[in-house]
């Protein structure tokens, strides 16, 4: 095996004293396959890579770790990052999610200082733990707090856990008051998205019937009903595909039953990828007896994103024909779309989401990336709720039998927290969540636009710490993602990157094309045919960047984790010269190949079907392992992968750094970096998250010239 020799770069990654003592990185087997599609040839070198089963496959990806390792523990400023790194990721408590039932309050928090997150009920102004997956930890492996659900009136618990963030979770359930943890367990529930029946005796949930780790896993899940109590083995089927001949879908979409305290109707969603659902409805009492017979509400076409039931009436935000989203109003017993009362029209804001309280409907809504929330009330005005500074809203929730909400809100320079919301529109910082003492006062944060090649403003925002010099000569770290119409990148609290800052660096989030800053045009400017956007938008930041003299090509990273692989791995190959190192977080680098993974056909509307002539097309565009070129001068490149990850499986970055070790002229290393322990990053734990920061930002002031004189 000849080793993989790295040139000036490698001597800025590790000192000569060092260098004997790091071990090659592999050279990967190659074993050329071809597929053609639609009369073109495509060939892959390392097919081998998605048998995770092959005899070459483990000791390759130990044997890429241990020469990552070798490098990444040597760099000069790694201790000194992961030491701040850990000091400001134990000093913050990062909660989750917040949830009001009855008179309890249940929050899902990783406390100050704590591994991982954990779930908490308040009541009575005291809070008691719930759920600790800490204390099932062991030394080579640990448990992490998927989700979880309280029934209304706050009696019961269901959650899910699963090891080493393989996300596959087991369904449990707990008596809150008693803290038991009762005997039923329920396997393949991931995203088992439980709702409960308003007298809290039991709950729908979906399942999941493919094998773990095969094409099949997301493929034609089922409803089942469960009672508190009974044989889960014997749950009744309520919903799967060709059991109704009345409902029609595919085997990418997957169903699920939802009912609410003040309805006696059930909504059927059927949904895949997209953010639209197809819809309907039927009373809930022929629903549990299995005889439904399911009203349609509205298909996928009608482009319906949230729906909230109350009564006789059913609330659905919709985006048909008004991309930033408009709420309407239907009966729950004879629905109607087409007839359905507009009762908030479009305006600016892009609706995001919806939570029933006893004074009305509280909107989750967002400009451009900045949260903003609204409420509908019984009298049907919409008012506007004025938050404490601009933020993301990162979630909401009410309770129908009370006045207010509870919202998640975070700002780069400010911390994490859980609000109220009361009745007269006023905010108040519940407490639960304590401040971290961190001195934000050195940083400072500003929003501003790059002009893309078609003139498109493309919002990004930067922080720094305050005095920086324009003088083209500072790291700067700019990530972008751009995919499914999902806001990546809003304003959430510096935390760990500030350590990254404090080394002189600009750290940078650009919000490109494909995500939903903008509403669905913003999407659809990203998606399949118009993908390219979406890196050319990064391209364009960074190049507004540089032009600012806010850093230079010698100083330029850019970054981006899961279908952020995307971005990364085209803008690397479209315009190597203008970076000096690629971060590529379990990106998808191989779309092409998404038919070998546990989530891959479920995608296709997202990306395009490989059966079908323009879906080939979009994804061979897409595909950044196809398209790199032997003897590029491509920039350092770091990519990392969890062996447990359910959504990106660890092909993709394997067969991205075999293909780029084989390729770059540039000298420059590219490594890839495995967790053995670890997912797609939902179910790490802070210490895996802290090591992983430390390493990117030690790896990216090696590659950045002059950074060490900082």
Known sequence: ???????????????????????????????????????????????????????DWLPFLKQQNAHTRAILDTLPKRDELLKRIQQLSGDIAAPARVEKSGTRLFYQQRPA?????KLFVREGGKDRVLVD?????????????????????????????????SEDSVLHIMDVRSGTVLKERIVNTQGAEPSWLADSSGFFYNQLTGAVNTPERFLDSQVRFHKIGADAAKDPILMKRGQDAAVQYEKIQAPYIYTTAHSNYAVLVLADVRQERRIYTAPLKDTLAGKAKWQPVADFADEVTDIDSHGDDLYLLSTKGHPRGRLLKTSAKSPALASAQEVVPESDLVLQGLARARDGLYIRAMDGGIGKLQRLGTDGKVTSIALPFDGTLGS??????????????????????????????????????????IDVSAYTTERRFATAKDGTKIPYSLIYKKGLKLDGK???????????????????????????????????????????????????????????????????????????????PAYQTIGGRSAGGITMGRALEER?????AVISGVGW?????????????GEEP???????????????SIDSYQQVVDGTKYPAVLLTTGVTDPRVAPFHPAKMAARLQAATASGKPVLLRVDFDAGHGMGSTRAQQDAEAADTYAFILSQTAGAAAK
Not at 155 to 160: E, H, I, N, T
Not at 408 to 426: E, M, N
Request: glycine share 10%.
């Open 1 to 55: 095996m000849k080793p993989v020799v790295y040139g000036v770069a490698f001597a800025l990654a590790a000192s000569s004293a060092f260098a004997a003592d790091i071990p090659p990185a592999p050279v990967a087997r190659v074993a050329p396959v071809t597929d053609t599609y639609f009369g073109e040839t495509i060939t892959d070198r390392y097919r081998w890579m998605e048998n995770d089963k092959d005899p």
């Open 113 to 117: 200082g704590s591994n991982n997150f």
């Open 133 to 165: 997956p800490t204390k099932l930890d062991t030394k080579t492996s640990h448990v992490s707090l998927d989700w979880w659900h309280a029934s209304p009136d706050g009696s019961k618990l269901v959650y899910g856990l699963s090891k080493d963030g």
């Open 396 to 437: 909401i929730d009410a309770d129908a039998d009370a006045p207010g909400a509870l919202v998640i809100l975070s700002g780069w320079l400010q911390p994490t927290g859980i609000w109220s919301v009361s009745a007269d529109g006023k905010l108040a910082d519940t407490g639960i969540t304590p401040k971290p003492a």
């Open 474 to 552: 500072n790291p700067a770290f700019i990530s972008a993602y751009g995919s499914y119409g999902a806001a990546a990148y809003t304003p959430s609290f510096a935390g760990r990157t500030l350590a990254l800052v404090d080394q002189g660096a600009v750290v940078g989030y650009a919000n490109v094309r494909g995500g939903g800053e903008f509403g669905r045009e913003w999407h659809r400017a990203g998606q399949l045919e118009n993908k390219p956007n979406t890196w050319r938008d990064l391209i364009a930041v960074c190049e507004e960047i540089q032009a600012k003299g806010y850093t230079s």
């Open 576 to 580: 190597p010269d203008l970076f000096a």
């Open 589 to 601: 680098h191989n779309p092409l190949r998404y038919v070998a993974e546990q989530n891959g056909y």
């Open 606 to 620: 997202e990306w395009g079907a490989i059966a079908d002539p323009a879906g080939f097309k979009a994804l061979k």
